[in-house]
């Protein structure tokens, strides 16, 4: 560590900026919108086995958001409004070639939204659309449900390059902000 009286040299600069674009080759990323629809099937299909597409990682927890924070965040989508963006990691393929994705954030909303539509919630304490109290997925009019299946999460998909180290380095600093 330098003091605040020793001068940044041109050597520290060039140094400082290799070690940027070092760490920068691990954190490669592409943006995709995902309906909630596909997100909750890749996350279902394969659960019992081990072989979903969409998967929480052991260094997630499990499911800690209360029935009330559950609800208020059904009550946003159905609302319209944007949800924040999940960050996924590509950790390789399946037999079919098809990847498997870690989720790296967004672990509390994918399981909301799986409870919710597999009719595991119901809406309670919502000051928005109180009338949605007391609902399942089931009891919303299919146009709606329907609705609510279309609507997309846009979806941050690290590379393969992004090692365990450095997904949950971005987990807790995620979790921080």
Avoid: C
Wanted: proline share 3%; hydrophobic share 35%; net charge neutral.
């Amino acid at each position: 560590m330098r003091s605040k009286l020793e001068e940044i040299t041109l050597q520290d600069r060039n140094a400082a900026e290799m070690e940027i674009r070092d760490k920068q080759k691990q954190i490669n990323y592409d943006t995709r919108d995902y309906p909630l629809e596909i997100l909750v099937q890749k996350y279902m299909e394969g659960i019992n086995d081990d072989t979903n597409k969409l998967f929480i990682p052991n260094y997630q927890r499990e499911l800690f958001w209360d029935e009330a924070r559950q609800s208020k965040f059904i009550e946003s989508v159905i609302w319209g409004l944007p949800i924040p963006s999940i960050f996924v990691v590509d950790i390789g393929h399946d037999e079919n070639d098809e990847p498997r994705l870690e989720i790296v954030y967004g672990a509390q909303r994918i399981l909301t939204l799986t409870r919710f539509v597999n009719n595991e919630l119901t809406l309670s304490g919502l000051k928005k659309i109180e009338r949605l109290n007391g609902f399942k997925f089931s009891d919303l009019l299919m146009p709606r449900q329907r609705n609510f299946n279309r609507k997309t999460v846009r979806t941050i998909q690290l590379t393969e390059a992004a090692n365990k180290e450095v997904r949950r380095d971005l987990f807790k600093r995620i979790q921080s902000f």
